[in-house]
């Protein structure tokens, strides 16, 4: 088990940055998989990236090097730097807990912990 916490997110002009945080608390697992999804209202959650307690990294092709993760193993936060920002990344961002590899693991159901979701809007 274990408790996700996310900040960040925000508002930007087109080719801007945003950071998110994810920290996951109330675990006893020291090897997770924190990934993050977005969701625009009436669309299905989508996956965009995940990092693996290794460091090892897996990116959706709409924000592959654009974004990219990093970790704070010290404090189990994990970070995602959002670069050049486009209005279509606009949605709503879930970070999602998995105990153990993250693997392949990119649908939603593969995930049993959510934090609370943290709006990026990205204007034109």
């Known amino acids: 088990e274990a408790q996700v916490v996310a900040s960040g997110g925000g508002s930007v002009s087109d080719g801007g940055s945003l950071t998110l945080s994810c920290t996951a608390s109330?675990?006893?697992?020291?090897?997770?998989?924190m990934a993050w999804f977005r969701q625009i209202q009436g669309k299905q959650r989508e996956y965009v990236a995940a990092?693996?307690?290794?460091?090892?990294?897996k990116y959706s092709d709409s924000v592959g090097g654009r974004f990219s993760a990093s970790l704070d193993n010290t404090k189990n936060t994990r970070y995602l730097q959002m670069n050049s920002l486009k209005p279509e990344d606009s949605a709503t961002y879930y970070c999602?807990?998995?105990?153990?590899?993250?693997?392949?693991?990119?649908?939603?159901?593969?995930?049993?912990?959510w934090g609370q979701g943290t709006q990026v809007t990205v204007s034109s």
């Open positions: 990092i693996a307690t290794d460091g090892s990294t």
């Open positions: 999602a807990w998995m105990a153990g590899a993250c693997y392949s693991k990119t649908v939603p159901y593969d995930y049993g912990f």
């Open positions: 109330q675990t006893s697992y020291n090897n997770f998989c």
